[in-house]
Nanobody, 119 residues
């Protein structure tokens, strides 16, 4: 399975950005997002079950970010609203069993996309 993340860039505090992650080479995976800010540990952001029926969020993004899957189920989106400077990080897409995604032990990871939020 290969994951291609896109959509990062520069956003303003209070604004919005949307990340995408396209999976190829496999189906039926849970998918999710993690992020790592400079000098900090990797942090769980959000995850979604393979059919989109269950979603999960880290406390720091709950109520501001929304994860969803495309109709073909092989693409996951992360809509990021009410951005804060502390959301600045490299965002990584992950895929695998839902439990492995939630645990951060997924077999498959994307290359990361940088999100920078200015104040």
């Amino acid at each position: 399975v290969q994951l291609q993340a896109s959509g990062g860039g520069l956003g303003q505090a209070g604004g919005s950005l949307r990340l995408s992650c396209a999976a190829s080479g496999g189906t039926g995976y849970g998918m999710g997002w993690f992020r790592q800010a400079l000098g900090k540990e990797r942090e769980f952001v959000s995850a979604i079950s393979w059919n989109g029926g269950a979603t999960y969020y880290g406390d720091s993004v709950k109520g501001r970010f929304t994860i969803s899957r495309g109709s073909a189920k092989n693409t996951v989106f992360l809509q990021m609203n009410s951005l804060k400077p502390e959301d600045t990080a490299v965002y990584y897409c992950a895929a695998g069993t839902l439990s492995s995604v939630l645990a951060g032990t997924s077999d498959y990871w994307g290359q990361g996309t940088l999100v920078t939020v200015s104040s």
